[in-house]
């Protein structure tokens, strides 16, 4: 059982191949956008999975986060009318 005055372990994570550290383990997809200074409005975050595949997430998507994860920022496609 953890103490809630144990800090908790710090995480690195990689967005478009630069590596961030945050100890907050589930965190919102604008907020990693922002973290790596990206715009979320213009951009959408992906997760690099195993296969090399993505996985694009909303906005407001709450990320369960692990050591080691790599994300690349995805631009967001305008509507032509």
Do not use: C, W
């Not at 005055?5 to 630069?18: F, S």
């Not at 997760?47 to 993505?54: L, P």
């Not at 906005?59 to 032509?80: C, H, M, N, Y």
């Amino acid at each position: 059982m953890h103490s809630t005055n144990e800090p908790r372990k710090k995480l690195t994570i990689t967005i478009d191949g630069q590596p961030y550290t945050t100890r907050d383990d589930d965190q919102e997809a604008a907020s990693l956008l922002r973290l790596a200074g990206v715009d979320p409005a213009q951009y959408d975050l992906a997760r690099i999975k195993r296969n090399g595949e993505t996985k694009v997430y909303r906005d407001e998507k709450v990320i369960d986060l692990k050591d080691g994860d790599a994300f690349v920022t995805v631009r967001q496609s305008a509507q032509v009318a």
